[in-house]
């Protein structure tokens, strides 16, 4: 079974500045995606930025990147110019290619982001 | 555009009640999931559906029963409720057969079992 692995719980980070969250994951599988999601105090998810596993190129998403390492099988998330309202719960999240869309999003536990100002 | 609609939005339910967790997505989305988020646990899948009439378990099943008469809802059934239970509980959406498509997700459960 596929496990995913956020080392930090918690972050913090000055306004303006950048600050690099910590995603690790374990497969046997060679195809793949990986996600991270946003949970601001208001429950809501919301999808920041995905990855295929197939693509080399790092996918970005204007104040968001990441640096997807196959290999390593790490997925950090980079948040630069860091904002108040990036404040939140942090989810990296793994899903096979094998399966439905609706089947398994394997999650990390979280990293709680704090900003700041 | 609603979205997707989880009701209700608060709920306290004594051991050994039953209740049904109410959702409904209004994107003609085939895919729809239930998920439940404890403190500290992150996400885990309950139950999921890749279209009407068709669903399948997820990591933690036990005690949650669904069903998907229609591509629109997806209610979630407990059928005995237990502290265990206690949860935040997320539906979710999707309308691609990639697996690299969003999610959509409701604003969440907030259920505590006493």
């Known amino acids: 079974a596929q496990t995913v692995t956020q080392s930090q719980p918690e972050m913090s980070v000055q306004e303006a500045e950048t600050v690099t969250l910590s995603c690790t994951y374990d497969t046997s599988e060679s195809d793949y995606y990986l996600f991270w999601y946003k949970q601001p105090p208001s429950r809501q998810m919301i999808l920041v930025i995905r990855q295929e596993a197939y693509k080399q190129q790092n996918a970005t998403e204007n104040r968001f990147s990441v640096n997807f390492q196959k290999a390593a099988k790490s997925f950090s998330l980079k948040i630069s110019d860091s904002q108040l309202g990036d404040a939140a719960m942090y989810f990296c999240?793994?899903?096979?290619?094998?399966?439905?869309?609706?089947?398994?999003?394997?999650f990390g536990k979280g990293t709680r982001l704090s900003v700041i100002a | 555009n609603a979205g997707v609609t989880q009701t209700p939005k608060f709920q306290v339910l004594k051991t050994g009640q039953s209740m049904t967790l109410q959702c409904a997505q209004d994107?003609?989305?085939?895919?729809m999931s239930w998920y439940r988020q404890d403190p500290g646990m992150g996400l885990r899948l309950i139950h999921y559906?890749?279209?009407?009439?068709?669903?399948d378990q997820g990591e933690v099943p036990n005690g949650y029963n669904v069903s998907r008469s229609t591509t629109e809802d997806f209610p979630l059934r407990l059928l005995s409720a237990a502290p265990s239970q206690t949860s935040v509980y997320f539906c979710?959406?999707?309308?691609?057969?990639?697996?690299?498509?969003?999610?959509?997700f409701g604003s969440g459960t907030q259920l505590s079992v006493l």
């Open positions: 994107m003609n989305h085939e895919y």
């Open positions: 559906s890749v279209g009407a009439g068709i669903t």
């Open positions: 999240a793994y899903r096979s290619a094998y399966i439905p869309p609706s089947g398994p999003l394997v």
């Open positions: 979710a959406s999707s309308y691609s057969r990639q697996g690299n498509e969003k999610l959509f």
